[in-house]
């Protein structure tokens, strides 16, 4: 197996090792920092609610005991559920992008790169667009994003660049392109005052109007994504090092990635039903991963997941507080993703990560 499995290019190559941590007080750390944050959220907004009394409402509702009527309504009707929203979305972004950049071998790769998002958004437009609901809204989704996959994917092979990484990312910025240009011509001919602002505040990314119901379709769609790549993890790692090293380890190359797109759309599709596209998130956060844990996958995933449903807890309360009208979520995630990939791509350790030898 090969050291560490991230190439940059069409030829297999092998990067600089760098410190890792372990992985199971990582993981600890990050679970209780998530519940910390997603605790701290649910207090903070226009009714400010303590976090001891957050925790004591909650445990007194599981408990079945009393909660007081006016935090009851806060809490478990509007904050929790879309802090709910906020942890699925980012954990799903995160582990499909995560899941991407091994199976591809490039550092590049994200739904947003490989024209998933558009194409997930390009069928949620339609749903919109036809008052769909949110179930079909989501099937219009997945199959829109598997559709851009397939077609990135048989771009690149028929241009004979096959296993050009490059070649791969090429093509799905012009099939995200075609799908950005399809949700342009959809609101072109939405109604301009019921239809085409609600799409196009919901194409720069919300979590606003998050209720119940919709977590209950979302999450265990993401379940049954997540599913194959906790499953497939160990594969996925090692088809990171190259087709003709997992053949040889006994890997059924086209099987395992096959399973690991649709699964990795599918989660993708699901949450971009809710959320609308938001971007950065699946580029980012395996990079961050990557610092703390290393590239291996079966590191790497449980991590990812657990760095961007805190992410987004963040930017979503952020988004909900920062100003008296809401800002959008991709456009906080653009800004606080830009720079810190910036910052990323500055530090050394990054950097070998990324480097072949």
């Known amino acids: 197996m090969c050291r560490t499995p991230i190439s940059t290019g069409s030829s297999k190559g092998f990067v600089a090792e760098v410190p890792i941590l372990r992985v199971t007080p990582v993981v600890a750390g990050l679970a209780i920092l998530l519940l910390v944050v997603a605790v701290i959220a649910a207090g903070i907004g226009p009714y400010r609610i303590a ?35 906020a942890i699925c979305v980012g954990a799903a ?9 091994s199976l591809f071998r490039n550092p590049l790769v994200s739904p947003d790169i490989l024209g998933v998002s558009q ?4 069928g949620a437009v339609i749903g919109i667009l036809f008052g769909l ?20 994917v048989t771009l690149a092979w028929s241009l004979r660049q096959r296993g050009d990484i490059l070649m791969l990312v090429l093509s799905g910025i012009v099939v995200g392109a075609l799908a950005a240009a399809a949700i342009s011509l959809v609101k072109i001919v939405a109604d301009p005052y019921a239809q ?15 209720r119940p119901d919709d977590i209950a379709v979302v999450a265990p769609t993401v379940a049954v994504g997540m599913i194959p790549l906790f499953l497939l993890r160990w594969r996925i790692s090692v088809l990171s090092c190259g087709d003709d090293d997992a053949r040889a380890l006994g890997v ?106």
């Open 93 to 101: 972004l995160s582990a499909a992008g995560a899941a991407y950049q």
């Open 252 to 357: 059924d190359v086209r099987r395992t990635r096959q399973i690991v797109i649709v699964a990795a759309t599918l989660i993708t599709a699901s949450v971009v039903a809710i959320s609308g596209i938001i971007g950065w998130v699946g580029l980012m956060v395996p990079h961050l991963a990557r610092l703390l844990v290393g590239p291996r996958f079966d590191r790497l995933l449980p991590v990812s997941i657990l760095i961007g449903a805190a992410f987004m807890v963040v930017v979503d309360t952020i988004a909900r507080t920062a100003a008296t009208i809401e800002i959008p979520i991709g456009v906080l995630t653009a800004l606080v993703g830009g720079g810190l990939f910036v910052w990323l791509m500055t530090r050394r350790g990054s950097r070998s990560l990324w480097r072949r030898e």
């Open 133 to 152: 609901p949110v179930v079909m809204i989501e099937a219009l989704g997945f199959v829109t994003g598997s559709l851009m996959v397939i077609l990135v």
């Open 119 to 122: 194409g997930a958004g390009f």
């Open 196 to 210: 085409l602002p609600m799409i196009t505040y919901w194409l720069l990314g919300s979590l606003a109007s998050i």
């Open 51 to 85: 976090p001891g009394d957050v925790v004591a409402a909650i445990v007194a509702w599981i408990a079945g005991g009393h909660v007081d009527g006016q935090i009851a309504a806060v809490l478990f009707q509007v904050r929790l559920p879309r802090i709910a929203a």
